[in-house]
């Protein structure tokens, strides 16, 4: 979580000063559901997120500098700097596809799914997306052919309460997106998405469901984004008072503290945790900066399996 925020921070940072530029989709404030996801995962296990993924990526095992790199357009980047910010991906580790449009992921992680089912395998695809993505036509479709098939799926809703700039309450007339499972016969299961062990629980069991061939669930993780939609919206739709309430809720803190008070960690132990992620995204960055853009040669690469001449 920590790393996450420290990354995410350092974006912000480093964008605001005119230090470099990039584009992201912030996900401060939604720490505590990618750290839970990285803890109840296996390696093999597959991974489809969002451009809001800085987290999810981070907690799969994706490196930073893959991370950066990709983000600022540089060959070290996980794509070599050609996919940008909405398209990370690094199968190695599990990650099979970022996504730029809203609700484009679950129907690829239906194909993934089916896949591991007809191989007998018992990987389990994840699926993570926001509350807006769950009013689209593909997302409806992708539920019901995971539940109809019994699919080893995990749809995990990071329910931030805004669709872009949209609250939910404009968008939907029910007031939890977990009862949307109901209607495709699937389980579904609201937490406290600033709470990982809230929901590491609601994951374990989802994952053991659909291992042992019982099919998907949907997880609706209530949370909330700190910064805007994208990096340098002002968000004069988000009510002062309830991001005020809601950064009082943060989870990273909150999270240090009761690892304090549980006698879990130390203070040093937390302060040490502080700064290996300070040091760790800092390098990252630096070999990120040092590094070079995509070439003119890079524009045929990675487009066909077997190279094509093209007349000049």
């Known amino acids: 979580m920590v790393l996450m925020k420290t990354a995410d921070d350092r974006l912000s940072k480093g964008i605001g000063t005119g230090e470099f530029m990039c584009v992201y989709w912030p ?3 939604q720490e505590a559901v990618a750290a839970a996801m990285a803890e109840a995962l ?19 095992g994706v490196p930073l500098e893959e991370i950066y790199g990709e983000m600022m357009g540089r060959v070290v980047g996980a794509g070599r700097g050609k996919g940008g910010t909405m398209h990370i991906a690094n199968p190695a580790v599990g990650v099979m596809f970022s996504t730029g449009i809203v609700g484009a992921g679950p129907p690829v992680a239906v194909g993934l799914a089916m896949a591991a089912k007809r191989r ?6 994840v699926v993570s997306f926001g509350d807006g993505a769950t009013n689209t036509g593909s997302f409806h479709e992708a539920a019901n052919m995971a539940a109809l098939w019994d699919l080893p799926l995990v749809f995990v809703c990071q329910n ?6 949209t609250p939910t309450s404009d968008t939907m007339k029910i007031n ?9 016969g699937m389980p579904g299961v609201r937490v406290d998405g600033n709470d990982p062990r809230a929901v590491k ?21 209530v949370t909330f984004r700190f910064r805007g939609h994208y990096f340098g919206d002002r968000m004069p739709y988000i009510p002062k008072d309830q991001l005020a309430t809601a950064m009082a809720a943060d989870p990273v803190p909150r999270f240090r503290s009761r690892l304090a008070e549980e006698g879990i960690c130390s203070d040093e132990e937390l302060d040490r945790i502080d700064a290996d992620a300070a040091a760790a995204v800092e390098a990252a960055l630096q070999a990120v900066l040092s590094a070079d853009s995509p070439s003119a040669a890079e524009l045929e690469r990675d487009v066909y399996a077997t190279p094509i001449s093209f007349p000049r």
């Open 27 to 29: 996900s401060r404030g």
């Open 42 to 60: 296996r390696p093999d296990d597959q991974l489809v997120t969002t451009y809001r993924g800085l987290h999810d990526l981070i907690g799969k």
């Open 120 to 125: 007998g395998s018992d990987r389990v695809t």
């Open 160 to 165: 931030n309460l805004y669709a872009e700039m």
């Open 176 to 184: 939890q997106v977990a009862d949307r499972a109901a209607g495709y």
């Open 201 to 221: 629980t609601a994951l374990d069991t989802a994952l053991e469901r659909a291992r042992t061939g019982a099919g998907p669930t949907l997880i609706e993780c």
